[in-house]
């Protein structure tokens, strides 16, 4: 089954959001310091990056398991998504969780 539009819209997400949660981490929240690092906020971010890596990886090598790393995927993105906009200052990493969530609930379903 070749590679659809859609999952290559959802890969580019998928990496994006990676770079974006990674970057965000490591550059923003370890300065910020305070409720930045928390360690469920901090593991959150962590947890997140690397689904986001994991499903881009399953959609690439074209298995029909993405269904299940994109479904855990958009339910971490989500929970992300939440976190950083009750910490704020992290809208770029808001906004991205939530596209990427969006994304691969649709090619979960």
Known sequence: MPITEEMNRCIEACLSCYRICLSTAM?????AGGKHVEPAHFRLM???AEMCRTSA?????????HKHTCRE???I????????ERIGGMEECVAMCQTCAESCRKMAA
């Not at 990886?57 to 398991?65: K, V």
């Not at 993105?77 to 950083?84: G, K, L, M, N, Y």
């Open 57 to 65: 990886h399953f959609m690439l090598i074209n298995t029909p398991h």
């Open 46 to 48: 962590m947890a997140c």
């Open 73 to 75: 995927c958009a339910e």
């Open 27 to 31: 550059s923003h929240c370890l300065v």
């Open 77 to 84: 993105c989500a929970e992300c998504a939440a976190d950083c």
